[in-house]
């Protein structure tokens, strides 16, 4: 790659994942409810719900997501992006991973 291409396919990267960004509201907004609960809850809830089990029935707009991620490994790939930090990193403080 010449040394002039660069800035090119940085700013192709960067409108292609605004692009796949807006195409997906479902995504942002479930994906932004997870962040918020898992950085919002005590230990505490997060070891009770774990105990609890999670057998409620989903919203029906996180099981269309569920389904097109199920069909989609791009969406798939964006959606754990986003949330596998937080939730990693929260899982840890509680002692919940190694």
């Known amino acids: 790659m010449s040394k002039h291409s660069w ?9 292609a994942a605004g692009v796949a960004h807006a195409q997906h ?8 409810k997870v ?4 950085q919002s809850a005590t230990c ?3 070891w ?7 057998n409620k029935p989903k919203p029906e707009a996180e099981q ?19 949330v596998s930090a937080p939730i990693v ?3 840890f403080e509680c002692g919940m991973i190694p």
């Open 7 to 15: 800035p090119f396919v940085l700013v192709s990267g960067f409108l």
């Open 64 to 82: 269309r997501l569920v389904e097109m991620m199920r069909n989609d490994a791009q969406l798939r790939a964006e959606f754990f992006n986003r």
């Open 48 to 54: 009770q719900e774990r105990a609890a089990g999670k």
């Open 89 to 91: 990193s929260k899982m």
């Open 25 to 32: 509201p479902i995504l942002d907004a479930i994906a932004n």
């Open 44 to 46: 505490e809830q997060l």
């Open 35 to 38: 962040v918020q609960k898992y």
